[in-house]
């Protein structure tokens, strides 16, 4: 325990050698038992692969190494402020310089969240002697165990395609922008598609369980992002996007069971996606954990209630 050293995220290039080690860390925490299903590896790879207005925030991710290994990980996604914690559950000890670094360096003009597990009392222990206190704000995690009598119907006309085929960005643009409710028409410049084409270059993308349910006229309709590597007993969901003009049709579900489909035959037997809508319940997802985020309390800002 002596060899813990702390250090920053190295961001010299997207995928670099800092990338891959924590990677690495996140599938060696999750081996034996999914411990931190609310941020997997693909979680990591995601945050990531997507760019940011600047990547050189990235550089103030903070990593805990023991002897080489990292054993710690502090991070934000987006923006300052929101931070995830994993940790080794033999380093636990840890979590007191992990709390004081996010302070320091990770949070937004001082406001700070932490999201952790509700069935980590030791965590809750040290963040609430920090000054954290629970809010009411959630994100839960659903999980679904891969069986045999998992099957799906398409309309008539409509295929699937998947990366490993002709992928097409302009249509995985428009079906990811439709989707989540960009407005206006999609943005089809040079700099969106490369966007689109980075979003998709992670190294632990599998092509072929990345699907999309394509209309007659060629649309994808709907898309499903699974993430997998064949040494995992789990994969997961990120993201399931469908066109609203093709709604209330099953491609999502198509697009997902497909993505699981496929993903069985390199060896998953379950999988996890960060959501409680019912779409996910009716289709066989069941709740699986829920994780709260702790605000850091503010004086002025205490309630008399």
Not at 31 to 48: A, C, D, G, L, M
Not at 54 to 82: H, M, P, R, Y
Not at 149 to 164: I, K, N, Q, R, W
Not at 210 to 232: D, F, I, K, R
Request: glycine share 4%; aromatic share 14%; net charge negative.
């Amino acid at each position: 325990m002596n060899n813990i050293k702390f250090r920053n995220y190295v961001n010299n290039e997207r995928f670099g050698s800092d990338y891959h080690k924590v990677v690495e860390f996140l599938k060696r925490v999750n081996k034996e038992e999914v411990v931190r299903p609310n941020y997997q590896w693909s979680r990591w790879t995601w945050f990531i692969s997507r760019p940011l207005d600047n990547e050189s925030s990235k550089n103030l991710i903070g990593l805990w190494e023991d002897d080489g290994n990292v054993v710690a990980l502090a991070t934000f996604e987006l923006s300052f402020g929101n931070v995830y914690v994993t940790v080794d559950k033999n380093y636990k000890f840890l979590l007191q310089d992990i709390i004081s670094y996010s302070k320091d360096k990770l949070s937004n003009n001082g406001a700070l969240k932490i999201i952790i597990n509700d069935h980590d009392k030791e965590f809750q222990r040290v963040a609430a002697k920090n000054g954290f206190r629970p809010t009411q704000n959630k994100q839960c995690v659903a999980r679904l165990e891969i069986t045999d009598d998992m099957s799906y119907e398409l309309p008539e006309g409509f295929t699937v395609t998947s990366m490993a085929d002709n992928w097409d960005f302009h249509q995985y643009n428009n079906v990811m922008w439709r989707g989540f409710g960009s407005k206006g028409e999609p943005d089809q410049s040079t700099e969106m598609i490369k966007w689109r084409k980075t979003m998709l270059s992670s190294p632990h993308l599998t092509p072929e369980i990345t699907v999309a349910v394509a209309a007659p006229n060629g649309n994808y309709a709907s898309h499903c992002g699974l993430w997998y590597h064949p040494e995992e007993k789990y994969a997961n969901v990120e993201p399931v996007a469908t066109d609203p003009d093709y709604r209330k049709m099953g491609l999502a579900k198509a697009a997902i069971y497909e993505s699981v489909l496929r993903a069985a035959k390199l060896g998953a037997k379950e999988v996890y996606v960060v959501s409680s809508q019912q779409f996910y319940y009716n289709i066989g997802f069941r709740p699986y954990c829920t994780e709260t985020w702790w605000e850091l309390e503010v004086e002025s800002c205490k309630s008399d209630a």
